[in-house]
């Protein structure tokens, strides 16, 4: 029997040229579909890799949600990722999974073992979080991050692909180490229909994206 394909992995420079390039693989390749009762179109699962992520992204700062751009913005000194992740990676059964992490990279900086959950088995349906896992590895001396989503409205995805980057970033700086790109895999990305005219707006306003 022939291996599967491995899925192909998509690589933009920046935050604001990632997700324009997600926009544009749901609004291509996308169908109807139905998401917590609320009609959306759905894309096919998306493996991409960004190299560098900041609020002051200029694609982010001109077609963005500038009143949630400017309140995420206003939270970067505290602890990246807060709200729900906040609890499930510092205190997910009384353990700080990132503490676990980095202590497991130190003792072995070639595992492949460095995968946190942040989902608890039998938890209502409506309580599971879109990002349920993190991916962290070492290779070229630099710390790789894996964001797994279960599901996405990456019409507003970037508000938590650049708070990712923190906790790659703390994580990275607590190794010693470079932080190396964000890699970002959801299983059903999809926007809204109620956003549809918004996003066929972004995606007029900026020309096609050089993905690698």
């Known amino acids: 029997m022939a291996a599967p394909e491995t899925p192909a992995v998509r690589r933009w420079d920046t935050c604001g040229q990632a997700w324009i390039g997600v926009l544009r693989h749901v609004w291509s390749a996308g169908t109807a579909g139905l998401e917590d009762h609320a009609p959306i179109i759905e894309g ?17 700062r001109e077609h963005g949600d500038r009143t949630r751009l400017v309140r995420r913005a206003e939270e970067r000194t505290r602890r990246a990722v807060h709200g729900r992740y906040g609890p499930r990676l510092r205190g997910l059964g009384g353990v700080d999974q990132l503490a676990w992490v980095v202590d497991l990279l ?5 595992t492949t073992s460095a995968w946190i959950s942040l989902t608890l088995p039998g938890e209502p349906a409506d309580g599971v979080p879109c990002l349920t896992a993190l991916s962290f590895r ?15 409205n990456v019409y507003l995805g970037y508000l938590s692909y650049v708070p990712l980057r923190g906790v790659q970033v703390q994580v990275a700086g607590e190794l ?5 790109p964000l890699r970002v895999f959801v299983d059903v990305p999809h926007v809204r229909v ?3 005219e918004r996003v066929a707006a972004v995606l007029a306003a900026v020309p096609e994206p050089n993905a690698a």
């Open 44 to 60: 096919p699962p998306l493996l991409f890799e960004v190299a560098s992520l900041s609020w002051e992204d200029p694609i982010l």
């Open 106 to 110: 130190r003792a072995r900086p070639w």
């Open 138 to 152: 070492i290779r070229g001396y630099r710390l790789i991050m894996t964001g797994m989503f279960r599901s996405q």
């Open 176 to 180: 010693g180490l470079p932080a190396g």
């Open 194 to 196: 109620a956003d549809a």
